[in-house]
């Protein structure tokens, strides 16, 4: 069953966004040559916690951690550990959940630790680009498959794998809700998108095959030629006005802002070259901007 959520419930997913947000900045930054995945889980566990949130992956299904950080040739899922070390040159997914009051967020980034290369710098821009292109497809109106159909456009345009065993989701009083959200096509096919339907959309895209392996940890997703992979997703519901992503203070009490946030706008930026280290405050689109989808359009990379 799909639910469509009112307000009052929104907002409570707006704030657990806006705590995996914040955390994630967090482990953003504690991502450095030297640290052990672990450390970074810590950050992500003391950041929902501080906030006043609870972890939503610790026990999901056993998972024992409160972060997924996946590196380099890891896709998804990747287990925290103290015995493995980040280096330079990584690219490194995080992806992390919160609840507030019964409500659930999921979102996830991946950065580059120093320099890492044109190829993989190109990856990194084009996966953010890809949910940029699957948060403009989440319509009233519209179906489930244009939303993938989207996110697949952007891949193909340089050939990247995308990742077909592992698909976005419902979210809202439980973490995977119906419907599944795949990352690919075909457009016009699927469930019709309604007015309050909350949706996380991850695309998952490799530098070489879509093929993926799971670990014998039965967690860790890796790519089967071994090269890079990036993930990012968002929790974004449906509205009248557009789609409005959460955790970027864009759903609020006479605020709405829809449209899906540039690199830029997260609280810190994404990519180690060049570091656009730019304040949250500054980086935040202007408050009060009226309920116009278009006037209030962002930008897609
Ligand atoms: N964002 C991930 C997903 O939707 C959540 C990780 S599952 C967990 O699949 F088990 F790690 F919690
Ligand atoms: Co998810």
């Not at 309050?196 to 070489?208: D, Q, V, Y």
């Not at 014998?216 to 089967?224: Q, S």
Request: charge should be neutral; hydrophobic fraction near 40%; include cysteine.
């Amino acid at each position: 069953m799909i639910t469509c959520k009112g307000r009052s419930e929104i907002l409570r997913m707006e704030r657990a966004a806006l705590i995996v947000q914040e955390a994630l900045a967090e482990c953003v930054l504690a991502c450095v040559p030297g640290a052990t995945t672990e450390d970074i889980d810590r950050v992500a566990a003391q950041g929902i916690k501080s906030r006043g949130g609870k972890a939503a992956f610790p026990g999901y299904r056993n998972y024992p951690k409160t972060l997924c950080i996946s590196i380099n040739d890891e896709v998804v899922h990747g287990i925290p550990t103290t015995r493995r070390k980040i280096r330079s040159g990584d690219v490194i997914g995080l992806d992390l959940g919160a609840i507030i009051e019964g409500y659930y967020a999921d979102a996830a980034r991946s950065i580059a630790v120093g320099p890492v290369g044109a190829e993989a710098e190109e990856l990194l821009r084009l996966t953010h680009a890809g949910l940029c292109a699957g948060v403009e497809a989440v319509q009233v109106g519209g179906r489930i498959g244009d939303i993938g159909a989207a996110v697949e456009s952007v891949a193909r345009r340089k050939g990247y794998g995308v990742v077909r065993e592992f698909v976005g989701h419902g979210i809202g009083t439980a973490m995977h809700e119906e419907p599944q959200v795949p990352n690919y096509g075909p457009g016009g096919k699927g469930t019709i998108i309604r007015e309050g339907m909350t949706l996380a959309i991850e695309p998952m895209f490799n530098l070489g095959t879509s093929q993926v392996n799971m670990d014998r940890d039965g967690w860790t997703v890796r790519t089967k030629d071994g090269k890079l992979s990036a993930h990012f997703e968002h929790t974004v519901v449906a509205t009248a006005h557009g789609p409005v992503v959460l955790g970027f203070g864009r759903y609020a009490e006479g605020r709405l802002v829809p449209g899906a946030p540039a690199l830029s706008e997260y609280p810190v930026a994404a990519s180690a070259t060049p570091q656009h280290a730019v304040p949250s405050s500054a980086a935040s689109p202007s408050p009060g901007v009226a309920a116009s989808a278009s006037a209030s359009r962002t930008a897609v990379a």
